[in-house]
């Protein structure tokens, strides 16, 4: 009996030290619907301090419209995105290291729903919104990352200029 109860606590604790690391490593890992903060790109921006908006075309041939967009530091963008294409695109800004990294996810589930404040997903004919505020002088990237829509050209650029 002393060895059955000896057996069972050692069980037991060693499936709750499992437990513990495993849950410890998904919280460092982040979750893909949200918790990222800050990025290189800037941050959430709130729409009652929107200073421009700014309209775009998800279209056929696999091309954002416009694909060059210039902002100052500072500003905070309304990118109204419209899907006038037959098929489901994205609009997913970060660096371009964020976005490869994310398009090999993407590869993997392509039918992946975003949760994030600097992507959104559209399905034929329909329209969403991304704010965002820009707080850095740089060059940032935002593409389609469903499968082959990135490798077609459906990329474009953010140029913040310093003021």
């Known amino acids: 009996m002393k060895f059955a109860k000896l057996l069972l606590s050692k069980s037991s604790t060693l499936v709750s030290i499992a437990l513990l690391a495993a ?13 990222h903060g ?6 959430p921006g709130v729409a009652s ?3 421009r908006t700014i309209e775009m075309d998800m ?13 100052k530091k ?8 419209k899907n006038t294409d037959g098929v489901k695109h994205e609009f997913s800004l970060g660096t371009e290291k964020e976005l490869l990294e994310h398009y090999e996810v993407m ?3 392509p039918d992946m729903e975003h949760d994030e404040p600097n992507k959104i997903s ?18 940032i990237n935002f593409a389609c990352l469903h499968p082959g829509h990135f490798e077609a050209g459906m990329k474009g650029r953010v140029i913040v200029a310093a003021k």
């Open 38 to 43: 800050d990025s290189p790109t800037g941050k």
């Open 107 to 109: 590869k993997k589930f």
């Open 49 to 51: 301090k929107v200073n």
């Open 122 to 139: 559209l399905a034929p004919g329909k329209q969403g919104e991304v704010i965002w505020q820009f707080t850095k002088a740089d060059t």
């Open 59 to 71: 279209m056929n041939g696999m091309r954002f419209k416009p694909s060059e967009i210039r902002v």
């Open 23 to 35: 849950s410890s490593a998904a919280l460092a890992s982040g979750s893909h619907a949200g918790g």
């Open 74 to 81: 500072g500003e905070t963008i309304r990118f109204v995105l």
